[in-house]
């Protein structure tokens, strides 16, 4: 069972212990100077029968209770998801920016570094795109780590192991990007940029094999999974952690401000920390 399901059930048993048994959960525990009983051991079928009857006929008089109680507990698993997130950011700081496997773009020595997470099957990945590209090009002080997170299936996986292998070839960004350009992934596409940038061809399927690239792979699911993120695109700037497609202007005012509290820190003579 799910945190989200648990919270749930022991919101609505709350609920009706309130609304029917007229008491609120510090007085039932306050009478209970022994031990909690069970609701099932303390109440009659008959009483039950009751008690349910008066929640149904109380949530169809209010319809709007149920509603606004979900919202807000929604909006307290997002909280706690994001604090569960931004509490990894930190710790996983080597792993998200410094990872040998990991193919980068943009300036080595870039002052804002943007994590993307992405899959090559992945509509908005492909249309998000050209704002990164774009901002590449401006922006020469912009260094990019690309994380393959191909959970879109099989083909996905294929994808990103190719493009894994082109990166031992030296040729990871021309690659990636036809690949994001590409109407769809498969065998014949895979073959198709590979001629086309003149790769060994049978280097590349050797090195699509290699458990160590599988081993990357695994190592950015487990990555995505300590920082919530579950779809794609993702991106990680500072301690931000954007889900979702980005349009080019966005992604440009969260750089410029990213750098801006850089500068501000500097000046303040705090260590560089690219978290912060």
């Not at 919202?71 to 909280?79: D, G, N, R, S, Y």
């Not at 997170?149 to 030296?170: D, F, K, N, T």
């Amino acid at each position: 069972m799910t945190p989200g399901v648990v919270m749930r059930s022991a919101f609505f048993a709350t609920v009706a212990a309130i609304l029917l048994l007229g008491t609120s959960p510090v007085r039932a525990q306050t009478r209970s100077s022994a031990k909690t009983v069970p609701m099932t051991e303390s109440v009659s079928k008959t009483q039950r029968e009751t008690i349910e009857n008066v929640i149904r006929e109380y949530l169809l008089r209010n319809p709007t209770v149920i509603r606004d109680a979900m919202q807000a507990l929604q909006a307290q698993e997002e909280m706690e998801r994001q604090q569960r997130a931004a509490s990894n950011l930190k710790s996983l700081e080597s792993d998200l920016y410094s990872a040998p496997d990991s193919p980068t773009a943009g300036n080595p020595k870039g002052d804002v570094t943007i994590v993307v997470f992405f899959d090559y099957n992945c509509g908005h990945c492909k249309n998000s795109v050209p704002a990164l590209q774009a901002l590449l090009s401006k922006d020469h002080s912009i260094r990019v780590v690309y994380k393959e997170y191909p959970i879109l299936g099989p083909q996905s996986q294929v994808a990103a192991l190719a493009a894994l292998a082109a990166h031992r070839q030296g040729q990871y960004s021309a690659f990636h990007l036809g690949l994001m350009e590409s109407d769809g992934v498969s065998g014949d596409v895979i073959k198709g940029i590979s001629d086309r940038l003149r790769l060994n061809y049978a280097t590349l399927q050797q090195d699509m094999a290699d458990p160590k690239l599988t081993d990357a792979l695994n190592r950015n699911f487990r990555l995505a999974s300590a920082l919530e993120i579950s779809g794609t695109p993702a991106y990680i700037i500072g301690h931000q952690i954007i889900r979702g497609a980005i349009d080019p202007d966005s992604l440009a005012k969260i750089v410029a401000s990213e750098r801006a509290q850089l500068i501000t820190a500097k000046a303040a003579g705090e260590p560089a920390n690219r978290l912060k």
